[in-house]
């Protein structure tokens, strides 16, 4: 038995690879593992890349694991590739600060923001 969970995972694989990977998130929080191992190949798409259109939203205590994988941020977005969980009325209290939160890269790990969406901050 696996201790991490991946969206190739069978159940967990949505109609995007964002959706793929936040259900892995979901699914690694809910049964405990508390780890996602994002491998090289995209089952969904049989590629090597995972293309994210919308943000990865991360919580406490978990561990992302890029397998000699590229995640890549697709053009026109204007999102984050990676985020924390965000709710307004609970944001600034003790209570939901978060921690333990780790992106771990391994062999050959590619976190690609894509094309300039000419945002500017």
């Not at 508390?34 to 943000?55: F, H, S, Y």
């Not at 307004?88 to 690609?112: C, K, P, S, W």
Request: with cysteine; proline share 2%.
């Amino acid at each position: 038995m696996n201790n991490y969970v991946t969206p190739n995972d069978l159940g967990i694989m949505g109609s995007s690879d964002s959706q793929s990977i936040n259900n892995a998130v979901k699914e690694a929080i809910k049964s405990g593992k508390r780890r996602v191992l994002i491998p090289r190949i995209n089952e969904r798409t049989g590629k090597e890349r995972w293309d994210v259109d919308e943000a990865i939203i991360l919580e406490s205590n978990l561990e992302i694991v890029l397998d000699n994988c590229h995640i890549r941020q697709i053009d026109g977005s204007f999102d984050n590739i990676f985020r924390n969980f965000d709710d307004d009325q609970m944001r600034n209290t003790l209570e939901q600060e978060q921690e333990n939160i780790v992106i771990r890269g391994i062999g050959n790990a590619v976190i690609d923001g894509g094309n300039h969406n000419g945002l500017i901050e």
